[in-house]
């Protein structure tokens, strides 16, 4: 089995910043891509970032320029730093690895779970 614990969410003012952190455990051979996704309420999950192997790097539109997301692939951990923070970033924000296990099948692993709050 492969674990995802995430952490750093939380409640912030509009225009501040967060650091949210992903950490991988458990069976791992290999890790390809690592990303966040966020669902707020009454709407569909949505890609926010993703980053792969190679440190190649995707965002969504709407966090271009307002959000990083980095890994470290010594501590199988992935963050998401997120500056100028806006109301409508208020959502869950889901960890996804996708990778290959010890046993040679590959695995798509979902965090809990973190809630970023934007106040107005």
């Known amino acids: 089995q492969v674990q995802l614990v995430e952490s750093g969410g939380g409640l912030v003012q509009a225009g501040g910043s967060l650091r949210l952190s992903c950490a991988a455990s458990g069976s791992i051979f290999s890790i390809n891509a690592m990303g966040w996704y966020r669902q707020a309420p009454g709407k569909q999950r949505e890609l926010v970032s993703v980053?792969?192997?190679?440190?190649?790097?995707n965002y969504a539109d709407s966090v271009k320029g307002r959000f990083t997301i980095s890994r470290d692939n010594a501590k199988n951990t992935v963050y998401l730093q997120m500056n100028s923070l806006k109301p409508e970033d208020t959502a869950v924000y889901y960890c996804?690895?996708?990778?290959?296990?010890?046993?040679?099948?590959?695995?798509?692993?979902w965090g809990q779970g973190t809630q970023v709050t934007v106040s107005s």
């Open positions: 996804n690895v996708k990778g290959r296990r010890t046993s040679g099948f590959v695995y798509d692993a």
């Open positions: 980053i792969t192997s190679g440190d190649s790097t």
